[in-house]
């Protein structure tokens, strides 16, 4: 079975701008969580998507929001970046909550 | 609200050496338990997971055993390798919570040949 990819690996953008990061789950996975990991603060959960619904929601400001397609897909959206939202982003699929599967993430870096 | 503590690192050891990374969680209800490694450059792997209290997760050679009495989970192995080297993150979830993850700060390792 194909793992969990993302897209892009790598990403620069500048302050002000929006940017859409892609997550394909593990084939038959239909819970896809989003987290955030910087070296201050470590892994933070950002949100949670099950059958294309919102499951579970993190402490972030409403700029970060993200959607769930029926295939299972998520896109992972972040408007009007701020230097501090420069961080590895993680995208993990499971097929029902419970053990997670990680990608590798996509380098998103702010200037 | 729950939260995860693991030793402060880094930790660095000899090839072959005995491994012991701790951790504690504070959660509520009956959580299940985890520990990730990630590889410079990766994302995270599922190393081992327990269920329940006394359950014992194994895999390529490292073990943890759950034990709700010290509301710990710490990973061991017997003897480490340099390909070893790699950040080590515990982690929980509860029913409450669904599948989000809290996670610890990571301990990173270093093994020297």
């Known amino acids: 079975k194909a793992g969990v990819t993302q897209t892009p690996r790598y990403l620069i953008k500048t302050r002000g701008q929006q940017v859409t990061l892609s997550c394909s789950p593990i084939s038959g996975h239909r819970s896809v969580s989003w987290y955030q990991q910087t070296p201050g603060q470590g892994l933070q959960f950002l949100f949670e998507y099950f059958s294309e619904t919102q499951r579970n929601k993190g402490n972030f400001p409403g700029r970060f929001s993200g959607r769930q397609f029926s295939n299972s897909r998520s896109e992972m959206n972040v408007s009007t970046l701020e230097l501090g939202d420069s961080a590895l982003y993680l995208c993990a699929s499971s097929f029902q909550g419970y053990e997670q599967y990680f990608g590798p993430g996509t380098r998103l870096t702010v200037t | 609200g729950n939260s995860v503590t693991q030793m402060e690192g880094p930790v660095t050891l000899s090839e072959e050496a005995f491994l012991t990374i701790n951790c504690t969680y504070t959660?509520?209800?009956?959580?299940?338990l985890f520990w990730y490694v990630q590889y410079p450059g990766e994302g995270l792997q599922l190393l081992l997971k327990a269920t329940k209290a006394d359950d014992k997760g194994s895999n390529k050679g490292f073990e943890a055993t759950y034990r709700k009495e010290t509301t710990s989970f710490h990973l061991e192995k017997g003897s480490v390798q340099v390909s070893d080297s790699a950040v080590y993150f515990c982690a929980l979830s509860d029913r409450n919570s669904g599948s989000r993850l809290t996670f610890g700060e990571g301990t990173q390792l270093t093994v020297n040949p």
């Open positions: 959660a509520t209800g009956y959580p299940s």
